[in-house]
């Protein structure tokens, strides 16, 4: 009997164990599932002409096992670091099956020109809009939109890292961009390694035609070590763009 009641013992707490480095685990990585990013073309001509410009965003992190008053309590201060160095409107933990739960972040992200990058400083992650410039087979495509970090982000892995020094946020998020067609022009986009509309492709140009939107996704691969990213025609040359894109065609 006595073998027994050490053997459950033995067994409670290793599986104790395993949920909190499970936990742990989970806290540590910082990686999101997925960031989700809704922007317009207006909203990156007005970047560009350097106004101050927010855009939608949404995060979910998975964590495996149930946390515990210390690891709660971890919780509560990570949503203040996270509304410190993000404008966040909803921070919640919901519960999923077999004992899983899902964090999910909604707010706001600055989205800016590179050349004005100081007005994001408040914010740790940013959408940047970047002029490319000295590639000539790529001058149909004179943007680059993705989303990066900013100063902030070394105070805001210091403050996490305050709170459990486990805890690394990571520069590089898989991300999702949500991108409408809203200034009188259709948009032509060039990326590579992404999927849309359940599909991946290796280069591949896209037309938004005027009104609508697509949805590109960046994950996995190359992009758990690199940030997405895609290049932008506003409509200004559609006739160039078009030629552009026949020739990245080839290249997939």
Do not use: H
Not at 98 to 122: K, Q, V, W
């Amino acid at each position: 009997m006595m073998l027994q009641s050490i053997q459950r013992s033995g067994g409670m707490f290793m599986k104790r164990l395993v949920v909190s480095l499970a936990v742990a685990t989970a806290l540590a990585a910082c990686k999101a599932e997925m960031v989700e990013v809704r922007l317009s073309a207006e909203d990156i001509n007005s970047a560009l002409a350097g106004e101050v410009v927010a855009v939608p965003f949404a995060a979910s992190f998975d964590m495996l096992g149930e946390l515990d008053a210390e690891q709660r309590a971890q919780m509560d201060q990570l949503q203040a670091i996270a509304e410190r160095y993000l404008s966040v409107d909803d921070f919640q933990m919901t519960r999923g099956e077999y004992g899983s739960a899902e964090l999910e972040l909604e707010g706001e992200l600055p989205l800016i020109a590179s050349a004005n990058r100081a007005d994001s400083e408040e914010s740790a992650f940013a959408i940047f809009v970047d002029s490319v410039e000295g590639e000539p087979l790529l001058s149909a495509f004179p943007y680059s939109v993705r989303l990066g970090t900013t100063d902030s982000f070394a105070l805001m892995e210091s403050d996490m890292q305050d709170v459990n020094f486990m805890l690394a946020a990571d520069e590089v998020q898989p991300v999702q961009f949500r991108i409408r067609a809203d200034a009188g022009a259709d948009l032509q986009i060039l990326a590579g390694g992404f999927q849309l509309s359940a599909e991946s492709f290796g280069v591949k140009t896209i037309t938004v035609e005027e009104g609508d939107s697509a949805t590109i996704t960046f994950k996995g691969g190359a992009y758990d070590a690199v940030t997405g990213s895609f290049l932008l025609s506003l409509g200004s040359d559609p006739t160039f763009a078009s030629e552009q894109s026949s020739m990245a065609r080839k290249i997939k």
